[in-house]
């Protein structure tokens, strides 16, 4: 996971959000399980694999 949280690099502009690792660059470098790291600064954003998890029924921390 990334330095910054999500929900403090929320508050930044995008570019530093880009320089804090919330991009992607070529060669994916920065992929987050298989999205764009940006979308973890979206409201309500649940990874795919946590999602996956939670619909098997695993209790996971907040």
Known sequence: M????PE???Q???RLQEM???SIYPP???QLTASHP???LEAGFTTPVR???RAAGARLPE
């Open 2 to 5: 990334l330095g910054v949280p």
């Open 12 to 14: 930044m502009p995008p």
């Open 51 to 53: 999602a996956q998890a």
């Open 20 to 22: 804090l690792g919330y």
């Open 8 to 10: 403090v690099a929320r």
């Open 38 to 40: 940006a979308k973890a």
């Open 28 to 30: 994916f470098m920065g």
